[in-house]
């Protein structure tokens, strides 16, 4: 296990940048989640941390080591990727056992580390079979056995599930979760899946083109965005957002574009005349209450109701517990918790609410 540091990290392909100073601190056995969307920079990020591409400026550490000058080899980090190409005319063993028959191990060795992760990802009853007689996901653990093997210092995945079906990559999340839990290694795991960064992550880092946006919990991340970028990338369905201002009058009212006012609670800097972004969450709305809403349509979960519905011009989305007998045209009277109420700028996208 240790601890990662990237220092102001820049990287520039030719004369274009794409990173321009990232600074992040992993600590020992954290598991770490870089998400953003496409393009944003991450799979760059990893790159550089496995030095599979140059630093152009600032500094990443293993440990309390720089590495910037130092060779993939030499820096104790197991990779997986998305297209984890496993060799294909040799064994699930072999290719588990790939970097250490490269290492010359013993056979013993060999057989010691092969054993345990076999066990711990469930392939013990796989070892001898080939990948092409093996489903996706099982492929996929054997990808991760690989980089268990080494027991390095950093577990760094890029996108590992997105090769997988929607209910696969559910249950390998999980697994890699636990696998996380069992061998403590600080792991750095890359993905544009919000959910996956949510549900396995001890720290999140959001990218947006190249700069952290914001680094946190996930529910830090998911209660209090710092800005209007993570606010609408975390979560969903995604926070709706009303364009207006603060009252002038009244610092527990906010009043929309198209005259709707609305409650919060903690108004902050929010400064009346100034164009300023409601932040509110599907699910920070109940039934019953002062704001009307004209329902578009309904979708029924099972567990909760979905309504996606006009409040004056803009289109928002609800969720409720409670199944209702309204459908589309219909009005719908709701409440927003003025708690749970997130104020931007609508020019620089910070947080301007408490
Ligand atoms: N070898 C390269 N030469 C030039 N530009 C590159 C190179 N590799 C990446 N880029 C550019 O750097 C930026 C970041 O790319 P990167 O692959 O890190 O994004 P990403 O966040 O991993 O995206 P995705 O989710 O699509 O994988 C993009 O604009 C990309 O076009
Ligand atoms: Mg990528």
Do not use: W
């Amino acid at each position: 296990m240790a601890s990662v540091t990237f220092r102001d990290v820049r990287k520039a392909f030719g004369t274009v940048e794409v990173l321009h100073g990232v600074s992040i601190d992993i600590d020992e056995g954290q598991f770490v989640v870089l998400v953003g969307p496409s393009g944003c920079g991450k799979s760059t990020l990893l790159r550089m941390l496995a030095g599979l591409e140059h630093v152009s400026a600032g500094e990443i550490l293993i440990g309390d080591r720089v590495v910037n000058d130092l060779p993939p080899k030499d820096r104790d980090i197991a990779m997986v990727f998305q297209n984890y190409a496993l060799y294909p005319h040799i064994t699930v063993a072999q290719n588990m056992a790939f970097s250490l028959m490269l290492k010359r191990a013993s056979k013993q060795e060999i057989e010691d580390r092969v054993k345990p992760a076999a066990e711990i990802l469930g392939l013990t009853h796989l070892l001898d079979r080939y990948p092409r007689q093996l489903s996706g996901g099982q492929r996929q653990r054997v990808a991760m056995g690989r980089a268990i093997v080494r027991d390095p210092q950093v577990f760094l995945f890029d996108e590992p599930l997105s090769n997988l079906d929607a209910k696969l990559r559910v249950s390998m999340r999980t697994e890699i979760k636990n696998l996380h839990q069992r061998l403590k290694t600080t792991t750095v795991y890359v993905t544009h899946d919000q959910i996956e960064a949510m549900t396995m992550a001890d720290k999140i880092v959001v990218m947006h083109d190249g700069r952290v946006a914001q680094v946190g919990t996930p529910l830090e991340l998911y209660d209090r965005p710092d800005n209007l970028f993570v606010a609408g990338f975390i979560g969903s369905p995604a926070m709706n957002m009303l364009t207006g201002a603060a009252d002038p009058d009244d610092r527990t009212r906010f009043v929309t574009g198209d005259g709707f006012r609305l409650p919060i609670a903690r108004p902050g800097k929010a400064a009346p005349g100034r164009e300023t972004i409601y932040g509110v969450r599907p699910e920070s709305f109940r039934i019953g209450g002062d704001v009307k809403l004209l329902i578009e349509v309904v979708e029924p979960t099972g567990s909760e109701t979905h309504v996606v519905a006009r409040l004056g011009a803009t289109e928002v989305i609800c969720v409720f517990r409670e199944r209702i007998t309204e459908g589309p045209g219909d009005q719908l009277m709701v409440s927003i918790d003025p708690e749970a109420v997130h104020l931007f700028d609508a020019q620089t996208g910070a947080r301007v609410s408490d």
